[in-house]
């Protein structure tokens, strides 16, 4: 309303706002996958999945299985270089972090009978340079843990 009259008279006009920042949303690319897994033995660091580059994730999601409990590796997520989440599946379910969006990933399965478990990643998070999943195991046995994530780069 500082050039005469109000807004509603007229249509907005850019050039007459006083906007200290003007933010435009990015243009992505076509949906991609990573995957990432297999067989994981001994108490290791397993990087399952790191893509570098400027983009957003959709989604994605984690399982592990075996014949003994799992309950202890942890799922560790890093964005741009930052730890965005480290949890373990007995810390998800004690906590009960089973719906998203939470803290970069939520639980979708735990069942300690049967020793499968899975973890949802939560969608709309934005990377500028990279975005690792690691998963960490406790356990000596070899058992199996795998990685499907969806992302799209600029």
Not at 47 to 67: D, F, R, T
Request: hydrophobic share 40%; glycine share 12%; proline share 2%.
């Amino acid at each position: 309303m500082s050039h005469g009259l109000p807004d509603f008279y007229r249509g907005v006009d850019i050039a007459y706002q006083a906007l200290g920042e003007m933010i435009v949303r990015p243009k992505y690319g076509a949906a991609n996958r990573a995957v990432g897994g297999g067989a994981v033995s001994g108490v290791t660091q397993n990087e399952l999945i790191s893509v570098a580059g400027k983009g957003i994730i959709y989604g994605g999601l984690l399982y592990a299985y075996n014949s003994e409990s799992l309950v202890g590796d942890s799922i560790y997520y890093e964005i741009d270089g930052n730890q965005v989440a480290y949890w373990s599946f007995y810390n998800l379910a004690k906590y009960n972090i089973t719906k998203g969006p939470t803290i970069g990933f939520y639980l979708l399965k735990y069942d300690d009978v049967k020793f499968v478990y899975s973890v949802a990643f939560s969608s709309g998070l934005t990377f500028e340079s990279s975005f690792l999943v690691r998963y960490d195991s406790t356990v000596i046995a070899a058992h199996t843990a795998w990685c499907h994530m969806f992302y799209a780069l600029i």
